[in-house]
């Protein structure tokens, strides 16, 4: 390590001030802690957020569940509202990483992140959910602009995410075996304006499904979408698993989400 300064404040308006002076934000550290281990990350500041209870919680708003930024994995895994209301998040928190990650890591230092494999961005794509930050709200589908990449400013934090109630969701994923991260990931979701497919793992960030889309909202079935194909020119390939082989598993993890979602 090297010498940086270490702040914990308790409110978030303190955050936000640090924050806005060049503080690096430090939520549950998965990703930001190694960076600095490996010098890949080298901030002058740690401004921690886990102080500020007012980011942290999970309450229902009418249809929607609002979760706090600094709410752990474990917590919307183990959480009655969220089983009750959206179950496939639940089941979705409850397969990040392990059990050590999912005591740590947050889901606003997930979406702040963007990493093109986690699992939050698909369930936040796919379920149409609202980023609230410090300064606004933003839709899914405005927030995330490909790797590492968002639509955050400087000094923005992110407090909380609302999600909508779906009328069936689920989500697969296949994992990679040594990080646990997706090698794909699908996020399937009947919602009253149609079908939602959210994919993960596969390209510069997370992305929507459109053709898979369409098929589900005529008919939300594993079989209305057995033949259609993800363009494997628009999937990344590494040694873990090839653009084609990538592209293949989305069509599998579709039909296995919308099967466990109609089941």
Not at 46 to 59: M, N, P, Q, S, T
Not at 101 to 112: D, F, K, N, Q
Request: without cysteine; proline residues 4%; neutral net charge.
């Amino acid at each position: 390590m090297y010498a940086f300064t270490f702040e914990r404040p308790a409110s978030q308006a303190d955050a936000v001030k640090l924050a806005k002076a060049g503080g690096k934000p430090l939520a549950g550290g998965q990703t930001l802690l190694a960076s600095m281990k490996l010098r890949l990350a080298s901030p002058e500041q740690l401004v921690d957020l886990g102080g500020v209870k007012e980011l942290a919680g999970i309450r229902k708003d009418g249809d929607a569940l609002v979760i706090g930024a600094m709410t752990r994995h474990a917590d919307v895994a183990n959480n009655a509202d969220v089983k009750a209301m959206i179950p496939a998040l639940a089941s979705l928190a409850e397969g990040i990483g392990d059990k050590q990650v999912r005591a740590m890591g947050t889901i606003g230092g997930s979406l702040a992140n963007n990493d093109p494999a986690a699992d939050y961005p698909a369930a936040v794509l796919g379920l149409g959910a609202t980023v609230i930050t410090t300064e606004r709200e933003i839709a899914a589908d405005d927030y995330f602009q490909g790797m590492f990449a968002t639509v955050l400013e400087e000094g923005e934090l992110i407090t909380a995410v609302r999600f909508p109630k779906p009328q069936r969701s689920a989500y697969m994923k296949f994992r990679q075996p040594a990080s646990l991260f997706a090698l794909i990931g699908v996020f399937v979701a009947q919602t009253p304006d149609g079908a939602r497919v959210a994919v993960t793992g596969g390209g510069n960030g997370v992305f929507r499904q459109t053709a898979m889309e369409q098929a589900l909202t005529k008919s939300f079935t594993p079989e209305a979408i057995a033949d259609i194909r993800t363009d494997a020119s628009e999937i990344n390939g590494d040694l873990h698993g090839s653009a084609d082989y990538r592209a293949h598993l989305v069509g599998v993890m579709a039909q296995r989400a919308v099967a466990k979602a109609v089941a």
